[in-house]
């Protein structure tokens, strides 16, 4: 069955740093991978999403993932993070089951910004 | 337009009660699906409801069901609770089923917070 790790568990970076919070996905053919943000008490957003065509996919917030058939993986990155961005990220495949399809999440990575 | 609806947003309820989650999807979405969050088990898939049929279910006990009505809103039911059940439970709804195309894109709500005490 597909999945996505993610390996981090929690980072933690200065404001204004660079950020770079890796996924790794496992399947055969092309993944269909997205990128959520979930602040404390609230639901998923969506940041961005892949399906198809330029591996560099720009998202909300500044926020971009590139995905890398290569090494299996769909890191999210955002060059200057800022206070309001500490939150839990997931990553996150459509997986199949059959005909049949959902989403399956990673772990999550807290992210935590120092002033 | 509005997003995804979930009510309550707070529920608080003891062992052996059931519980009913409400979940209204951003208008025009005809596919619903639910998921269960948990500090031990992360996100984990409940089951997906396209045109009042449901598509696809996750591995949860039968005290776990769903349904979908003719205007897409969808609830989910839980009964005999379990200390275990305790959760963030998330609604999330896209325009077509999940299958990997732009449309199944899925849109979350902010989710409702179940204590079984």
């Known amino acids: 069955a597909q999945s996505v790790t993610q390996p981090d568990i929690h980072i933690t970076v200065s404001e204004g740093a660079s950020l770079e919070l890796r996924c790794n996905y496992s399947?055969?053919?092309?993944?269909?991978l997205f990128w959520y943000v979930q602040s404390p008490g609230q639901g998923l957003q969506l940041l961005l999403k892949?399906?198809?065509?330029?591996?560099l996919v720009q998202g909300i917030k500044g926020f971009e993932a590139e995905f890398k058939r290569s090494q299996s993986s769909f890191n999210l990155r955002k060059p200057s993070v800022h206070w309001s961005d500490a939150a839990e990220y997931f990553c996150a495949v459509v997986s199949y089951t059959g005909t049949a399809s959902k989403l399956t999440f990673g772990t999550g990575t807290r992210l935590q910004v120092t002033l | 337009k509005a997003g995804v609806t979930q009510t309550p947003r707070y529920l608080i309820k003891t062992r052996g009660q059931q519980v009913t989650l409400s979940c209204s999807p951003i208008s025009g979405h005809r596919s619903v699906s639910w998921y269960q969050q948990t500090p031990g088990q992360g996100l984990q898939f409940l089951f997906e409801y396209f045109s009042e049929t449901q598509r696809n279910k996750g591995n949860f006990p039968g005290r776990f069901s769903g349904r979908q009505f003719s205007n897409s809103r969808s609830e989910m039911n839980v009964s005999t609770l379990e200390l275990g059940d305790s959760a963030l439970y998330l609604c999330?709804?896209?325009?077509?089923?999940?299958?990997?195309?732009?449309?199944?894109?899925?849109?979350f709500g902010p989710g409702t917070r179940l204590t079984v005490l």
């Open positions: 399947y055969g053919a092309t993944p269909y």
């Open positions: 892949y399906f198809s065509g330029d591996t």
């Open positions: 999330a709804s896209s325009l077509a089923p999940s299958g990997g195309t732009s449309t199944d894109t899925q849109y």
